[in-house]
């Protein structure tokens, strides 16, 4: 099934995600439908509350959806979670104190049970994929919190997923160095090619990565709005103060707005 | 090298309030003395002898030094006077029922982390535990192993354990439950086992938690040795010399028995702590 190119990668349709709370019920998510094509960049923009890190965490499999349909890869969350489909870079970059850099890498590795030269192997390619070449056996306590940060995108990255889902991943960040990040992803996803799911309350960060934006809205968690880019897929740091830029932040603000029209 | 004025400072307070205090405690036999004898006695001559008692209510430090000194270098370490005997019966115990605690501490927090149904049966029970007076405990343990023709070593390591598996099961549990939820859903995300997550994350978490309790075991298991040697009619122990002491009145045995014991609680901690030091530092956990 995976080498049906023409599917989607992921395909939600009338997806619903109630959480029974102390308070009632919560409605995270509301009749989400929405289909990411292999190789796309989308991200997920909205307020908190707005179900946007719950549905990349249903993608996960990481939550159950209460009703509707969910496919990655054509198959079922759960079951492309056990086929190691994709990697996952949380807002901390969570990495283990106990282990280098490099160790940390290995770790997904080590689980999945790759050979220890296959390890050895792949660890120096992320490394260098993520500019780490130099800090294999370093403590994450050595690095820099962008650096820390990196070493978990490389994390995900080692072994062969071809969804990166990431949640937040440069939200305690600076903005100088997220800055860095950005364009280092954008190039980083031009040599994988891999699709994508990026989780973020900035506008200008959303509006430069991505070829799909999804704007979303909190009380239920729903859609407002998916933004197809018209950005070209080359994006200097300069492209944001470009007119065509400008207009798509402009239409996203909107769409952000509009979903709080009424509270 | 600066923080040695503070210490001796107040390590100085303590042995000149230590001196006053066997002043003011040993001063009346030396008066009741003199008054039997019917001379009287002058301030420097009070002074002199409540330094120098056989007996005294309490020994002053210099006594003291003097009875660890002929304990631990004066004597045959074979001789029944030889503090370093009496200490190595009292550490091997401790070293055993230390082992064993811990071993036990470990095994029963990895269940009740692993299995909800321990987590509500065994917890409240070992909480007990702790509950009961070790010395009322001490005494029974000795009596049944005894009948069942088990002497010397065993029960006093087995009350020893007693009372070291606690600390070590509580921070055992606390460290096994520290992985955050991000944490354990990363590993969901490689599709981990419970068995890998245990090796991989939760037994290295868990050890800066370890090691704490081991320091408060090591020690308790000391303590629980000392207890068991005295109901036990030991001839040999740290325990037992406390005892043979207080039966006849050999204050300044007891004290240099104490402060053995002391000195050897302190040693324990001190090897732990080594060991933390060492082990943290090569899992790059301290810095």
């Given at each position: 099934?995976?080498?049906?190119?023409?599917?989607?990668?992921?395909?939600?349709?009338?997806?619903?995600?109630?959480?029974?709370?102390?308070?009632?019920?919560?409605?995270?998510?509301?009749?989400?439908?929405?289909?990411?094509?292999?190789?796309?960049?989308?991200?997920?923009?909205?307020?908190?509350?707005?179900?946007?890190?719950?549905?990349?965490?249903?993608?996960?499999?990481?939550?159950?959806?209460?009703?509707?349909?969910?496919?990655?890869?054509?198959?079922?969350?759960?079951?492309?979670?056990?086929?190691?489909?994709?990697?996952?870079?949380?807002?901390?970059?969570?990495?283990?104190?106990?282990?280098?850099?490099?160790?940390?890498?290995?770790?997904?590795?080590?689980?999945?049970?790759?050979?220890?030269?296959?390890?050895?192997?792949?660890?120096?390619?992320?490394?260098?994929?993520?500019?780490?070449?130099?800090?294999?056996?370093?403590?994450?306590?050595?690095?820099?919190?962008?650096?820390?940060?990196?070493?978990?995108?490389?994390?995900?990255?080692?072994?062969?997923?071809?969804?990166?889902?990431?949640?937040?991943?440069?939200?305690?960040?600076?903005?100088?160095?997220?800055?860095?990040?950005?364009?280092?992803?954008?190039?980083?996803?031009?040599?994988?090619?891999?699709?994508?799911?990026?989780?973020?309350?900035?506008?200008?960060?959303?509006?430069?990565?991505?070829?799909?934006?999804?704007?979303?809205?909190?009380?239920?968690?729903?859609?407002?709005?998916?933004?197809?880019?018209?950005?070209?897929?080359?994006?200097?740091?300069?492209?944001?103060?470009?007119?065509?830029?400008?207009?798509?932040?402009?239409?996203?603000?909107?769409?952000?707005?509009?979903?709080?029209?009424?509270? | 090298?600066?923080?040695?004025?503070?210490?001796?400072?107040?390590?100085?307070?303590?042995?000149?309030?230590?001196?006053?205090?066997?002043?003011?405690?040993?001063?009346?036999?030396?008066?009741?003395?003199?008054?039997?004898?019917?001379?009287?006695?002058?301030?420097?001559?009070?002074?002199?002898?409540?330094?120098?008692?056989?007996?005294?209510?309490?020994?002053?430090?210099?006594?003291?030094?003097?009875?660890?000194?002929?304990?631990?270098?004066?004597?045959?370490?074979?001789?029944?006077?030889?503090?370093?005997?009496?200490?190595?019966?009292?550490?091997?115990?401790?070293?055993?029922g230390?082992?064993?605690g811990?071993?036990?501490?470990?095994?029963?927090?990895?269940?009740?982390?692993?299995?909800?149904?321990?987590?509500?049966?065994?917890?409240?029970?070992?909480?007990?535990s702790q509950?009961?007076?070790i010395?009322?405990i001490a005494?029974?343990v000795?009596?049944?192993?005894?009948?069942?023709?088990?002497?010397?070593?065993?029960?006093?390591?087995i009350i020893a354990a007693y009372l070291s598996f606690f600390?070590?099961?509580?921070?055992?549990?606390?460290?096994?439950?520290?992985?955050?939820?991000?944490?354990?859903?990363?590993?969901?995300?490689?599709?981990?086992?419970?068995?890998?997550?245990?090796?991989?994350?939760?037994?290295?978490?868990?050890?800066?938690?370890?090691?704490?309790?081991?320091?408060?075991?090591?020690?308790a298991?000391?303590?629980g040795?000392?207890?068991?040697?005295?109901?036990?009619?030991?001839?040999?122990?740290?325990?037992?010399?406390?005892?043979?002491?207080?039966?006849?009145?050999?204050?300044?045995?007891?004290?240099?028995?104490?402060?053995?014991?002391?000195?050897?609680?302190?040693?324990?901690?001190?090897?732990?702590?080594?060991?933390?030091?060492?082990?943290?530092?090569?899992?790059?956990?301290?810095?």
């Open positions: 099934m995976k080498d049906d190119v023409k599917a989607p990668v992921i395909f939600a349709k009338d997806l619903n995600l109630v959480f029974e709370t102390n308070d009632g019920p919560v409605q995270a998510l509301k009749d989400v439908n929405l289909s990411i094509e292999r190789g796309d960049f989308v991200s997920f923009i909205g307020p908190s509350g707005c179900g946007k890190t719950t549905f990349l965490r249903c993608i996960a499999a990481l939550e159950h959806p209460t009703s509707g349909t969910l496919k990655v890869n054509s198959i079922p969350p759960d079951e492309a979670r056990k086929a190691r489909s994709y990697g996952y870079v949380f807002q901390a970059a969570g990495l283990y104190p106990w282990r280098t850099i490099a160790g940390n890498v290995k770790l997904p590795l080590e689980i999945m049970g790759y050979s220890k030269a296959e390890q050895e192997e792949r660890v120096r390619k992320v490394l260098s994929l993520v500019d780490l070449e130099g800090f294999a056996k370093k403590f994450p306590w050595q690095l820099s919190g962008g650096m820390q940060q990196r070493a978990s995108i490389a994390r995900a990255l080692a072994f062969d997923a071809d969804i990166l889902l990431m949640d937040e991943p440069f939200g305690a960040l600076d903005e100088i160095v997220r800055d860095r990040l950005n364009e280092e992803l954008l190039k980083l996803w031009a040599r994988t090619g891999k699709t994508i799911g990026f989780v973020t309350h900035s506008i200008p960060e959303a509006v430069y990565l991505s070829t799909k934006i999804v704007v979303m809205s909190p009380r239920p968690g729903r859609i407002t709005d998916v933004i197809e880019s018209t950005l070209p897929k080359e994006r200097p740091l300069d492209i944001r103060d470009s007119e065509e830029f400008l207009k798509i932040a402009h239409r996203v603000r909107e769409g952000l707005r509009a979903g709080h029209a009424y509270d | 090298m600066r923080s040695i004025l503070p210490i001796l400072t107040v390590l100085t307070a303590i042995v000149a309030l230590w001196y006053g205090a066997a002043v003011m405690l040993n001063k009346q036999w030396t008066y009741d003395q003199a008054a039997r004898a019917g001379v009287t006695v002058t301030f420097s001559q009070v002074l002199a002898d409540t330094m120098t008692q056989e007996r005294p209510v309490l020994p002053a430090p210099h006594q003291v030094a003097k009875g660890l000194w002929d304990g631990f270098a004066g004597q045959k370490i074979t001789s029944k006077k030889s503090l370093v005997l009496h200490s190595w019966i009292t550490f091997s115990a401790t070293m055993a230390f082992a064993l811990t071993l036990a501490g470990i095994v029963l927090a990895v269940g009740i982390v692993h299995s909800r149904a321990m987590d509500m049966s065994v917890m409240p029970w070992a909480i007990a509950t009961i007076p010395l009322a005494p029974m000795i009596v049944v192993l005894a009948s069942l023709g088990i002497k010397g070593l065993i029960p006093k390591a600390p070590v099961l509580v921070g055992m549990v606390k460290g096994l439950r520290a992985p955050d939820g991000m944490q354990l859903d990363l590993l969901r995300t490689y599709n981990a086992s419970g068995s890998q997550a245990f090796w991989k994350l939760r037994l290295p978490s868990s050890m800066p938690y370890l090691f704490a309790s081991l320091k408060v075991g090591v020690a298991a000391l303590v040795t000392i207890v068991a040697e005295l109901p036990a009619g030991a001839s040999q122990g740290l325990g037992a010399r406390l005892l043979s002491g207080s039966y006849y009145g050999q204050t300044i045995q007891i004290w240099s028995a104490l402060f053995a014991a002391a000195i050897l609680a302190a040693v324990l901690v001190l090897i732990v702590g080594v060991i933390e030091r060492v082990v943290l530092k090569r899992m790059g956990m301290a810095k």
